[in-house]
């Protein structure tokens, strides 16, 4: 019987997976669901075993079987590992990721499954942290802070327990690392969290998932069902979001865990001293500690080999918005940005001109194409004015309406505020309706208060344009600095750099080539 | 959950029971899973059953009402018989979502965020589904759409206004 493997990720599932899948157990093949290989543009993807090895067909429909299993369809692929946009990638995280039945244990164990575990067995804990040190693994949810330092942290705190928290509230638009790797590679996840409760000496953990990743939970929950032997004594939960933004920072999150609104904390204290139920808590990103086993198994030195400056290992980077090849491009830090918009991206999906590009989710900076030489650097992106964030790069092509992004910026933080600080929360209602004078062409003027008679120092002329717009500067002062989070804290990024870059969308005159620089 | 629905009027009995299931097992933190659980049995979290989370997990009506109303996902009513959820978010506006938006409003005669009188379907926003490279993205009651273009519009307004 034919071995034929579909996958069963989330994005290939809206793009018809499923009905491929049946067509082909109709067929008579043995279906195989794997995770995503990360390439939407052949998806849906069928990949059918020979000799050879696998072959991928895409995109192909439920009709196309009979064509695929004799070899003669049409969008043949090939061997995917060999398709350009793979060929250049270094896989360290998502190497088993569209490759094995993301459930299976057995193919777990098959491709490299657990060596890390076992190997953080052989080792002390304080040994683990220190390789986690060595391979200058930064975290992978935006911040960029040294995942060994935070690990040490907790480690070193006196506590009756402690905890392992995963933030799986993956929520930037445009990323998706986190939920093709829990639904491709749940183990791996798993499999890093325990490296990290023996490092720490954490005897359990959680995994909380946004509620917007139904596949993803339902992955997680069935893997930490089965594999809850395997990782004794250290025990596992998914809790599930209920659609809040910003549970996803990492304050608000453990409150929701604890059955609260998922308001901000102020730190200090640090969840590494004070964190869920008051406990010593590692909270780290999906890719943060999915990255763990690979260089506990590989050593520390075989993951700091690959990056570049600061930035050590590899990236995830998911490419996404309105792009000819999007998808998951894990590659070492580095490459840059023009080299994965337009050399692995491909350029626009609508073939028109890029206009601009937005790195790092709703929060992160918009580049124009002059700026494409930026290296994905954590350092080289924040002396940019902008961040890696979770490495989502949204790709907008030249209709785009920059005055409308940062609009949407501060409308978004407006939806999404917690409401615990008055910056983000009033300051985001107030960037819309201050773009949305500047757009108009309508500055404010005198109000009721200013022309009364009393009112002798007021100022009763209307404001000019460059007054409104030093006014939003003004604002995105106040939110970023004043913030007590990095949602109030960051939504100036999106809305300056529109600003910066693309004055003229705000009425203003053309940004020079240079200015750019 | 479209066949939750038809328990519109849930007996205060049968919130208990589930309510109890999570007051004996001692889960910490057991607020969110709680209400996710009462809104999958009864597809919404009534309000009657505020005091008896109350009392069950030792917090006050403040305190559940303050969770219940601060995440979007928990509804007080029971919901439409059809929902779909369009994703706003930044990738998908770069691959036409405006449009789309504008054209299921128009197709449903239903604003963003607003239920048919009917209580046949309501238009959700959701922000970012994950499938950023193959937008315009919905949730057609929790089935994911994706590359939603007129022609897919057609096909999900037949669907869920039958």
Partial sequence: MTRVFVSRDMASVALGADDLAQAFARAGCEVVRTGGRGLFAIEPLVEVETSEGRIAYGPVGPRDAAAVLDGTHANRVGVTAEHPFFARQQRFTFARCGVIDPL??????????????????????????????????????????????????????????????????????????????????????????????????????????????????????????????????????????AGAYVCGEETALLDSIEGKRGQVRAKPPLPAIEGLFGKPTVINNVLSLAAVPFILSEGAEAYAEVGFGRSRGTMPVQIAGNVRNGGLCEIGFGVTLGELVNEIGGGTASGRPVRAVQVGGPLGAYFPPAMFHLPFDYEAFAAAGGLIGHAGITVFDDTVDMARM???????????????????????????????????????????????????????????????????????????????????????????????????????????????? | MPEAVTKAMPELAEIQTVIDRFARNGMR???????????????????????????????????????????????????????????????CQSRGSAAIEAELVRRLGIGMGDARPDGQVALEPIYCLGLCAIGPNALVDERPVAGIDRAAVERIVAEVTA
Wanted: charge should be negative; glycine fraction near 10%; include cysteine.
């Fill in chain 1, 104 to 241: 299976s244990l057995a193919d777990y164990a098959e491709h490299g499954g657990w060596k890390g575990l076992e190997a953080a067995f052989r080792l002390s804990p304080q040994e683990v942290v220190d390789a986690v040190k060595a391979s200058g693994l930064r975290g992978r949810g935006g911040a960029g802070f040294p995942t060994g330092i935070k690990w040490q942290t907790v480690r070193d705190a006196e506590a009756d327990e402690k905890f392992i928290v995963c933030n799986a509230d993956e929520g930037d638009s445009g990323t998706f690392a986190d939920r093709m790797l829990m639904e491709g590679d749940p183990y791996c996840l798993i499999e890093g969290m325990a490296i990290a409760g023996h490092a720490v000496g954490a005897g359990h953990g959680y995994i909380y998932i946004r509620s917007e990743y139904p596949f993803a939970v339902r992955t997680m929950r069935d893997a930490v069902a089965r594999s809850a032997g395997r990782i004794a004594p250290f025990t596992l939960e998914v809790r599930v979001g």
């Fill in chain 1, 406 to 517: 940062a609009r949407f910026a501060m409308e978004f933080c407006a939806v999404e505020s917690c409401g615990k600080c008055t910056p983000c929360r009033i300051g985001s209602t107030r960037g819309v309706e201050l773009i949305d004078r500047i757009v108009a062409g309508a500055p404010r003027g005198a109000g009721m208060l200013e022309i009364m008679p009393q009112m002798r120092n007021a100022r009763t002329a209307a404001r000019t344009q460059d007054e409104e717009i030093a006014l939003l500067r003004d604002l995105c002062d106040t939110m970023k600095f004043g913030s007590l989070c990095a949602l109030g804290g960051f939504t100036p990024y999106p809305v300056l750099s529109a600003l910066d870059h693309f004055p003229e969308d705000f009425g203003g005159a053309s940004a020079l080539p240079e200015a750019a620089e």
């Fill in chain 2, 29 to 91: 933190g057991a607020l969110l899973p709680l209400l996710h659980a009462l809104q999958e049995e009864f597809g919404f979290v009534d309000p009657q059953a505020v005091p008896l989370i109350a009392e069950a997990l030792n917090l006050s009506r403040a305190e559940v009402h303050g969770v219940v109303s601060f995440y979007p996902d928990f509804r007080e009513q029971a919901p439409a018989r059809h929902v779909v959820k369009l994703c706003r978010a930044e990738s």
